[in-house]
């Protein structure tokens, strides 16, 4: 077909379809995306730190739920339903004169597809020779894009000595 530079061009709309054609998809599970999503974190929060970061990266999606996001929940929660075995273990042994916290952090530059921004993890357990007993988990995306590996790593050592430690 071939128009005109002058004619504009015109999507066309289905007879009693009130949106606009060019309007994107909207998934199925969205309306109740929300309430599992939460219920999800806090659990994961308490217990599963594997998928913090999976549950964050589909909830920043609320407010624009499209096909695609039902098929991240589904592979979210059939991945908890197929490792339900998978608890988080503490354990403790010898002195407490032995014991100190420890904290690790990482980064992964630019792991925000949408934003380039990069993503901060952090762990804190308390340590000894006989003794490892988890606190917390952090995996949150950072306030600035990262030009370079080493200065998202900086950003990711910052937030762990001052969020996580402390």
């Known amino acids: 077909v071939v ?3 002058g004619e504009k061009s015109k999507k066309k709309k289905k007879k009693g379809d009130d949106k606009p054609a060019d309007e994107v998809e909207k998934g199925q599970l969205g309306p109740i995306a929300c309430p599992i999503l939460m219920k999800l974190l806090f659990s994961a929060r308490l217990a599963r730190f594997d998928i913090l970061e999976a549950i964050q990266r589909i909830a920043r999606h609320f407010t624009k739920w499209t096909p695609k996001d039902d098929k991240r929940l589904c592979r979210i929660m059939g991945y908890v ?6 608890n988080l273990v503490g354990w403790y042994g010898g002195a407490c004169s032995q014991i100190a916290p420890h904290v690790y952090a990482d980064a992964g530059l630019a792991g925000c597809s949408d934003t380039q921004r990069s993503t901060t993890g952090a762990y804190a357990a308390l ?15 950072q306030g600035s894009i ?7 790593e900086m950003v990711a050592g910052h937030t762990a000595c001052n969020k996580v430690l402390i």
């Open 127 to 141: 340590e000894g020779r006989w003794t490892h007993f988890p606190l917390c988990a952090v995996s949150k995306r």
């Open 81 to 86: 339903k197929g490792s339900l075995d998978k």
């Open 146 to 152: 990262a030009s370079s590996t080493p200065e998202a």
């Open 3 to 5: 128009r005109d530079a």
